[in-house]
């Protein structure tokens, strides 16, 4: 899966969790803080500076200018935009300080807002004008990057762009929040922010900025390549597959942009392009290494044209052949097939590695994705941040997972990573070592058992990740007590390696791996899994309680189910850790300092469900109130955020009550969904997301609670029709697993993918017995027979599944599914990570720990508790009730 950029933005150093980057701290232009008239007024926004005249009203959207610039010139342009505007009273706003703008347009910031240094807001195409003319002259000369969403102003730092001035927002079709305008009809529709320029339909483009247009056009050149279509972007620029013109020799062009994709030194993508064409000329006719072609510039950018290599990136090679990605597992054979495989592959790079080293150049940023293999022989790529004739080199970026500890420098960092990708060939979890160097042994030792691997070979990965050699210990997080991550049915460590851990013992933060014979019992685990959730709790802050994903930071999912304090609660109380009093009560205080936002997952609607679980009716009332169902229609028809959760959670209050109001509001919203599901059910209507939580999966969900409730028969009718619309969008996987078609890849997963849908459709099938639907069950059911997930969360991750799994035995026991079930548990351990001396979990992209519902380590436990006890489950899918139950997770009712 890509990197999502947004999750960078969110890793701030020394933190175990994702946080809000303190741009405040951060040093600022003069301006951020300067005396300014007493008729301006000035506030911030994250990393914003806002400026205007007093009582001035900005129009909601219109045409805006953005200026561009870099850390030479950034604070010579800012005085001249600021003197400018001030005489003509004009608003605008600018990055605070130069580590903001550093940011702004780096390697991995989002391209298609990179370079917007100042946004200068213009009331009318006539004061656009007069705006841009003003500003020309004096501007001349000045660089900045190119700002890729905008259409140039000729050749200087000036922008132009039509959009939102204030925050608005709509769903886009993947039923995402985002940015909006209003267009002719008075809707909101989504404010397009691609790295191309765009105007909306209904807005009419000046003159002036069409002959700009054609001008820019009048600038085309002879190109001595013909691209034929992309390969990669970022924000440095992309990446392409082209055509010599001369010779028709298929070639990979990179493109770099001035002043754009900067590093951690200030060296923009051009720099470091020409340093990629220095290194390959040094490595010329070596084997692996692609034949550059030549170095060139064209319009703004700068071009490298290097040999194209026909194959697949080492990753996506290893997924297509691992039998960790086929449901139910591979033969004896396969399974040797696929080891004779990667082995060959691992030999082969250890040897150009050798060879490259021979020329005097570290690699520096090696990673399967770095790597393409041509037939069986792997070819390396991307050279930008390696070192010519320097044995300490140390590259400035590296992808996570790869990159060697500190102190681990040249040569031997390449080592490092040549371990890491041998292991990732294996167990794709390489990620954890960053976090926790002990991983390194667990993962090796897990590989070679399921492999058969011999011992030469994990020897090789371990002494490549500094554990064959006294080295001195890793800067790592330590423990006041050993973590041991539950497992069964796993054998012990194997004896050297054993002995090489039992050496290190002294490290803490390697003794919870010393071997899984060494494992406590389910419920001891289950207990630490609260105890590292309540050990990260941070009641001093008002933005969160519990640290969790980065979706935190937008509107109220501090507080949600989904992200925030409510879930987590949901989380402890139903797996019998107890109740905080105190945590729900930061929590109450909170509700009241936020703008009421209907939806379960991540609204009031939600939050009212928990609280009247936790056994605070009134509160609940209070807050079901508040959260206006008919508003959950502006955000959706799904369980997320929609009408389905906010009918499930109305239900469940109306039947505990018996409240004749609620029920009116009950009825209200099946009226609506069934209008939603006949508008969606057209031949013609868009792809979905099917799946439990932005799929038809969870209107299904309501109506076939709502048919227990009321026993009406067309309910149970339009959950088999909802169902059906999901399974519309849900294809056959090459092994014969259904799942959800993202148009790119297929996924497997609860809140995305095949058992978000299967996960009701098991529901459904308790009332009727549709053989389609009975034959798309036995599909599903594959989705969660892979050996392997590479996340453990309960969205996108193991614990969606084993939920899935646990409620399919709820329904149905079968000696099947509880192996299966057996076989995920197993498995957990490869996943945990030390938190305070408790077992804790990563959350998306792997980048840092989580402890939120959806995302972290209280999704995990629900996941887990629910395996070993057969309760309590998600709200509204209860497996317990269907099969065993037991006490700790009567704790919540349904």
């Known amino acids: 899966m890509p990197l999502d950029l947004r999750y960078v933005e969110y890793c701030v150093p020394g933190s175990d969790f994702y946080d809000r980057p303190d741009d405040a701290a951060q040093p600022a232009f003069p301006l951020a803080d300067a005396r300014i008239p007493a008729v301006w007024e000035r506030h911030s926004s994250g990393a914003w500076v806002h400026l205007r005249p007093k009582g001035g009203q900005l129009p909601a959207q219109g045409w805006k200018i953005h200026v561009s610039g870099h850390p030479g010139n950034a604070e010579k342009i800012l005085g001249l935009v600021w003197s400018y505007c001030r005489a003509h009273e004009l608003p605008f706003k600018f990055l605070r300080g130069l580590d903001a703008l550093a940011q702004a347009n780096a390697k991995y910031a989002n391209r298609g807002s990179s370079g917007k240094f100042i946004t200068i807001y213009t009331d009318g195409t006539e004061q656009l004008h007069r705006t841009l003319l003003d500003l020309e002259q004096p501007l001349t000369g000045e660089e900045g990057p190119y700002i890729l969403s905008d259409l140039r102003w000729r050749s200087g730092p000036l922008h132009v762009r039509y959009g939102g001035f204030v925050p608005r927002f709509c769903r886009d079709d993947n039923g995402d929040e985002v940015p909006a305008l209003e267009n002719d009809k008075g809707q909101l529709v989504p404010d397009l922010r691609r790295p191309v320029f765009h105007v909306p339909d209904w807005v009419t483009l000046p003159a002036f900025l069409q002959d700009q247009i054609q001008s820019n056009r009048a600038r085309r050149i002879d190109f001595p390549y013909r691209p034929s279509h992309a390969l990669h972007f970022s924000n440095g620029g992309g990446v392409y597959a082209a055509e010599a013109l001369d010779t028709g020799d298929a070639v990979v062009l990179k493109e770099a942009r001035p002043h754009a994709g900067l590093d951690s030194a200030g060296r923009d993508a051009v720099a470091r392009l020409r340093h990629e064409a220095d290194v390959l000329t040094r490595l010329a006719g070596q084997t692996g290494v692609p034949r550059l072609y030549g170095y060139f510039a064209a319009w703004d950018h700068h071009f490298l044209a290097m040999e194209r290599i026909d194959g697949l990136n080492l990753k996506r090679a290893a997924m297509q052949r691992t039998p960790l990605l086929r449901p139910g597992g591979t033969t004896v054979e396969e399974t040797a097939e696929y080891v004779s495989w990667a082995l060959r592959v691992a030999e082969r790079l250890k040897r150009i590695i050798a060879a490259v080293h021979e020329r005097g150049v570290v690699i520096g940023d090696l990673h399967p994705k770095n790597i393409v293999v041509r037939g069986d022989e792997p070819v390396l790529l991307d050279f930008e941040f390696s070192g010519i004739d320097d044995p300490q080199h140390v590259a400035l970026h590296g992808a996570p997972g790869f990159r060697a500890p500190a102190g681990v420098t040249g040569r031997d960092a390449d080592l490092w990573a040549l371990a890491a990708v041998k292991l990732d ?75 090489r851990l039992l050496a290190r013992a002294a490290t803490p933060t390697t003794r919870q791996f010393l071997s899984d014979s060494d494992l406590p019992a389910w419920d001891a685990s289950i207990r630490s899994m609260g105890q590292a959730v309540l050990a990260s709790a941070t009641p001093e802050r008002t933005d969160r309680l519990f640290p969790g994903d980065i979706e935190q930071f937008r509107g109220a999912d501090g507080l949600g189910v989904a992200y925030g304090a409510a879930g987590v609660l949901y989380a402890l109380a139903a797996t019998g850790q107890g109740r905080f009093p105190h945590h729900e009560q930061w929590l109450l205080d909170r509700l009241r300092s936020v703008e009421a936002r209907p939806g379960f997952y991540d609204g009031f609607h939600g939050i009212a469900h928990v609280l009247r679980a936790l056994g605070r009716r009134d509160n609940a009332a209070a807050v079901l109130r508040s959260a206006r169902a008919e508003d959950a229609g502006a955000r959706g028809f799904d369980l997320f955020c929609g009408l389905a959760g906010a009918g499930l959670a109305l239900l469940d209050a109306a039947q505990a009550d018996q ?32 799946g439990l939580m932005h799929g038809w999966a969870g209107p299904a969900l309501f109506w076939i609670r709502f048919h227990e409730a009321t026993g009406g028969p067309e309910a149970l009718d339009r959950a088999a029709a909802a169902l059906r619309r999901d399974l519309r969008d849900c294809v056959l996987t090459r092994h014969g697993a259904l799942e959800a078609d993202d148009g790119w890849r297929t996924l497997p997963y609860l809140h995305t993918g095949g058992v978000g849908v299967g996960i009701v459709l098991n529901e459904y099938l308790r009332h009727a017995q549709d053989p389609d639907l009975l034959e798309a069950d036995r599909a599903i059911e594959k989705a969660a027979c892979y050996d392997h997930y590479g996340m453990p969360t309960l969205s996108f991750g193991g614990a969606g599944i084993l939920l899935y799994l646990c409620q399919r035995r709820a329904v149905a026991p079968d000696q099947r599914i509880q192996h299966r079930i057996d076989h995920m548990l197993s498995t957990l351990p490869l996943h945990a990570l030390p938190y305070q001396g408790h077992i804790a979990f990563r959350g998306n992209q792997s980048l840092r720990l989580s402890m939120d519902f959806a995302t972290g380590t209280a999704g995990v436990l629900l ?32």
């Not at 590989?447 to 790592?476: C, E, H, K, N, Q």
């Not at 209200?668 to 969904?673: D, M």
């Not at 509204?876 to 349904?894: E, S």
């Open 863 to 894: 996941a887990t508790h629910t395996a070993v006890h057969g309760g309590p489950g998600l709200p509204f899918l209860p497996p317990a009730r269907c099969g065993t139950t037991d006490p700790a997770a009567a704790t919540l009712k349904r």
């Open 659 to 690: 409240d004749e109001d609620l029920w009116d509001e009950v009825h209200a919203v099946e009226r609506l969904l069934a209008k939603r599901l006949a508008e969606a059910s057209t031949p013609n209507s868009p792809r979905g997301r099917p």
């Open 425 to 499: 060939l294996f167990l794709p979890h390489t990620m954890l070592v960053e976090y926790e160097p002990g991983k390194a042994v667990q993962l090796a030792e897990h590989a070679a058992r399921r492999y058969g691997l011999d011992d030469d070979f994990v020897d090789s990965i371990l002494a490549g990740m500094g554990w064959g050699r006294p080295v001195a210990p890793a800067a790592t997080r330590t423990t006041d007590s050993p973590l041991s991550p539950p497992a069964t049915g796993s054998g012990p460590v194997g004896g050297r390696h054993r002995e």
